[in-house]
């Protein structure tokens, strides 16, 4: 009976630091997306920059420039809240969460369908080009918006 309490009190101390690594891998998994990405297109750049994994987090940050100016951005992180979760907060907007829906060697789909557009967002890794995808429904009909950013040095 002791040994079972002790092996119960062992157990009561170490699992918070156990789920906490098995967090922290699951974001670390994602270190592909780590760095500074940029999409041009005539008269509008967009970069999206994400940091290194640590502690459990990925931070990204993205920036939409047109005319000279700033005309969007986002705060992004993926962490772990009961499963891996991106939420985002575009200039603008309430800031939405999307749960993990999949997630592959070289790309992560996150999903939430109570939200109103997107209900999906993704990003895939190849070759040297991040797309990042948002899909759902808007307005009762199907959209989606892709984004392939190429990889480019970060700003100093």
């Not at 705060?75 to 979760?85: N, P």
């Not at 309430?94 to 209900?119: C, I």
Request: hydrophobic share 40%; with cysteine; net charge positive.
């Amino acid at each position: 009976m002791q040994l079972m309490r002790t092996a119960l009190m062992v157990l009561a101390v170490f699992a918070p630091v156990t789920v906490g690594l098995s967090a922290q891998q699951g974001v670390d998994e994602l270190s592909w997306m780590s760095g500074c990405w940029r999409q041009e297109a005539p008269g509008r750049v967009v970069d999206e920059m994400w940091m290194a994994p640590r502690g459990g987090t990925l931070l990204g940050i993205g920036r939409t420039v047109a005319g000279g100016r700033v005309v969007s951005y986002e705060f992004m992180r993926i962490h772990d809240e009961g499963g891996l979760t991106f939420t985002s907060k575009p200039s603008g907007q309430a800031e939405a969460s999307f749960k993990l829906l999949k997630r592959g060697a070289r790309e992560v789909v996150f999903e939430n369908l109570a939200h109103d557009f997107p209900q999906r967002v993704m990003y895939r890794l190849d070759g040297d080009t991040l797309i990042g995808r948002i899909e759902g429904t808007e307005k009762g009909k199907p959209g989606s918006a892709e984004f392939p950013m190429r990889r480019t040095e970060c700003p100093k």
